[in-house]
């Protein structure tokens, strides 16, 4: 690490208060900038499901506030997902004091690689789980059963699914760079492949709907991420033994 002089701890406090301040300033602006195409943006968003349900089939809202309201998280979770440059970029600043000078080099690509990955786990969502997902739910409706999904439910719960697959598609980016520290190996990460994959499909489990289909569907990509990540970190990771080589 850098000869610099020792940071006291609420000299990190107060580091902290600033970066949080700005993350939320960048969601703020992120919101009152989406809030104007709100409407949009919740059609955009409902799309997957639209796709599956029968034709006439529409969302409701059972409340007379619901609406406003769900228009208002629309605009929030726009504003988090503009404001990701910035939360990453801050998010790795505030580590960057700990690392040596050639170490800090690799922030601005690394944030750009954390917006992307990010964003890619998210369209990995949209695109991918969410027909499949909403098509086995709407499956359960019979002649005596009728889906009536709300605008509340479905914002809640499809937020909930991009934020998350948005936050493991980083998976590569940290073991990398926790390679990269040193602070795991090559080896360690292959030795530890069983216990990852029972770590994933218990993170799904709580991530998404206690349904099978999603589950193994974020399961699998995760499995793929760490394999990944096993590649990164050979490539950027500290040396500690020849027996490293052979993935």
């Given at each position: 690490m850098?000869?610099?002089?020792?940071i006291?701890?609420?000299?990190?406090?107060?580091?902290?208060?600033?970066?949080?301040?700005?993350c939320?300033?960048?969601?703020g602006?992120?919101?009152v900038?989406?809030?104007?195409?709100?409407?949009k943006?919740f059609?955009?968003?409902?799309?997957p499901?639209?796709?599956?349900?029968k034709?006439?089939d529409?969302?409701?809202?059972?409340?007379?506030?619901?609406?406003?309201?769900?228009?208002?998280?629309?605009?929030?979770?726009?504003?988090?997902?503009?404001a990701t440059?910035?939360?990453?970029?801050?998010?790795?600043?505030f580590?960057a004091?700990?690392?040596?000078n050639?170490?800090?080099?690799?922030?601005f690509?690394?944030?750009f690689?954390s917006?992307?990955?990010?964003?890619?786990?998210?369209?990995?969502?949209y695109?991918?789980?969410?027909?499949?997902?909403?098509?086995f739910?709407?499956?359960?409706a019979?002649?005596?059963?009728?889906p009536?999904?709300?605008?509340r439910?479905?914002?809640?719960?499809?937020?909930?699914?991009?934020l998350?697959f948005?936050v493991?598609?980083?998976?590569?980016l940290?073991?990398?760079?926790?390679?990269k520290?040193?602070?795991?190996s090559?080896?360690?990460?292959?030795?530890?492949r069983?216990?990852?994959?029972?770590?994933?499909f218990v993170g799904?489990?709580i991530l998404?709907p206690?349904d099978?289909?999603?589950?193994v569907?974020?399961?699998?990509?995760?499995?793929?991420?760490?394999?990944?990540?096993?590649v990164?970190?050979k490539?950027?990771g500290?040396k500690?033994?020849?027996?490293?080589?052979?993935?």
């Amino acid at each position: 690490m850098d000869d610099e002089k020792k940071i006291p701890f609420t000299g990190h406090l107060e580091e902290l208060r600033r970066r949080l301040i700005v993350c939320f300033s960048a969601v703020g602006i992120g919101f009152v900038l989406s809030y104007g195409f709100k409407e949009k943006l919740f059609q955009i968003l409902t799309r997957p499901l639209i796709s599956v349900m029968k034709t006439g089939d529409k969302l409701i809202f059972t409340g007379l506030p619901e609406a406003f309201f769900t228009y208002l998280k629309v605009a929030f979770l726009s504003g988090i997902i503009l404001a990701t440059p910035i939360i990453f970029y801050e998010f790795w600043m505030f580590v960057a004091p700990g690392l040596y000078n050639k170490e800090k080099r690799l922030m601005f690509p690394i944030v750009f690689l954390s917006t992307l990955f990010f964003v890619g786990g998210s369209f990995f969502g949209y695109f991918i789980v969410f027909p499949y997902g909403f098509k086995f739910f709407l499956g359960f409706a019979s002649e005596t059963i009728q889906p009536l999904p709300s605008m509340r439910e479905y914002l809640s719960f499809a937020s909930k699914l991009l934020l998350a697959f948005g936050v493991v598609f980083e998976l590569p980016l940290i073991i990398t760079f926790l390679a990269k520290l040193g602070m795991v190996s090559v080896s360690f990460l292959k030795k530890n492949r069983k216990y990852a994959l029972l770590l994933f499909f218990v993170g799904a489990a709580i991530l998404t709907p206690p349904d099978v289909v999603t589950q193994v569907m974020m399961a699998l990509p995760l499995m793929v991420l760490y394999e990944i990540s096993i590649v990164g970190a050979k490539i950027f990771g500290k040396k500690t033994s020849e027996n490293d080589d052979n993935i």
